[in-house]
């Protein structure tokens, strides 16, 4: 119900910051501009009933709305309940008991693991407004971008880093951002937006080296497969531009919470 709601939120989000709208204020349908209603609003129910129709002009609405809150919602139930091999508890107290011994004993582990899903449903809030902005729109908004460094900082927070750990985010968020900067440049920002290039800090810097290079190869051979298939259904054409951002979102919550299977699976792959 949380997901559902906070899901909502983010349509609101996705919609209003690349046309730097205020998130206050009443929603209104884009086509008639009525200000719509308590039982407008509510996530799936009124989609559903209202036949995906505005209850005013009749307008279709896009589909992307309760699928934006569906996918909120499942990926909230993941974080809390199944997003656990992340940080499977042992490990995870093994981490805070001696983060706790240097930081003073007023941080129960129990706190630390409700900051830590916290910090992924902040993530994960995060990553869908630039999957879906971005394919909307093709902006990513940069208070969406400091979101999801901020709460990518207290995620790594609550995985107990020292500052030498930490200093290894830093140069791996600079390493992460590289390649797409050059591209960036090489292109003269027709291939890449400057939000890619940030967007790669944050994964850089929330994953380390080795995960960020493997979220940017999912994201590459992805946005790769998704191109030549919709230049085969005659959807876009070989110049036309497709936005790389959800492509990045796609490696990145990958490779967070998919990590050991990914590795696993590139063992498998390279036996070396
Ligand atoms: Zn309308």
């Known amino acids: 119900?949380?997901?559902?709601?906070?899901?909502?939120?983010?349509?609101?989000?996705?919609?209003r910051l690349p046309q730097e709208e205020s998130i206050m204020?009443?929603?209104?349908c884009d086509h008639c501009k009525k200000?719509?209603?308590?039982?407008?609003?509510?996530?799936?129910?009124?989609y559903v009933y209202l036949g995906a129709r505005c209850r005013y002009c009749r307008k279709k609405l896009s589909f992307i709305y309760p699928l934006v809150e569906l996918i909120t919602a499942a990926l909230f139930v993941f974080v809390v309940w199944?997003?656990?091999?992340?940080?499977?508890?042992?490990?995870?107290?093994?981490?805070?008991?001696?983060?706790?011994?240097?930081?003073?004993?007023?941080?129960?582990?129990?706190?630390?693991?409700?900051?830590?899903?916290?910090?992924l449903l902040?993530?994960?809030?995060?990553?869908?407004?630039?999957?879906?902005s971005d394919l909307k729109y093709q902006i990513i908004p940069d208070s969406i971008q400091l979101s999801l460094f901020a709460f990518s900082?207290?995620?790594?927070?609550?995985?107990?880093?020292?500052?030498?750990?930490?200093l290894n985010q830093v140069i791996s968020a600079f390493v992460i951002?590289?390649?797409?900067?050059?591209?960036?440049?090489?292109?003269?920002?027709?291939?890449?937006?400057?939000?890619?290039?940030?967007?790669?800090?944050?994964?850089?810097?929330l994953l380390g080296i080795m995960e960020g290079i493997l979220a940017l190869y999912i994201g590459f051979i992805s946005g790769a497969l998704i191109g030549i298939i919709l230049i085969f259904l005659r959807k876009k054409r070989l110049k036309s531009k497709i936005a790389f951002g959800p492509f990045l979102v796609l490696g990145l919550l990958t490779m967070l919470f998919f990590?050991?299977?990914?590795?696993?699976?590139?063992?498998?792959?390279?036996p070396f």
């Open 82 to 119: 199944i997003g656990l091999p992340l940080s499977p508890s042992s490990q995870l107290l093994v981490g805070t008991e001696n983060w706790l011994k240097e930081t003073g004993p007023w941080l129960l582990s129990l706190h630390v693991l409700v900051l830590e899903k916290l910090a």
């Open 122 to 132: 902040g993530i994960v809030s995060a990553a869908i407004v630039i999957f879906f």
């Open 153 to 166: 900082f207290l995620f790594l927070i609550t995985q107990g880093v020292t500052p030498k750990v930490f």
């Open 35 to 46: 200000d719509l209603a308590w039982n407008d609003l509510l996530p799936i129910l009124s």
């Open 1 to 15: 119900m949380l997901g559902l709601a906070i899901g909502s939120f983010l349509n609101v989000l996705i919609d």
């Open 259 to 270: 990590k050991n299977n990914i590795f696993q699976l590139v063992r498998v792959v390279y």
């Open 177 to 205: 951002m590289l390649p797409i900067l050059v591209i960036f440049l090489l292109t003269k920002s027709k291939g890449m937006g400057f939000g890619d290039v940030k967007l790669a800090f944050s994964m850089g810097f």
């Open 25 to 28: 204020g009443r929603s209104h």
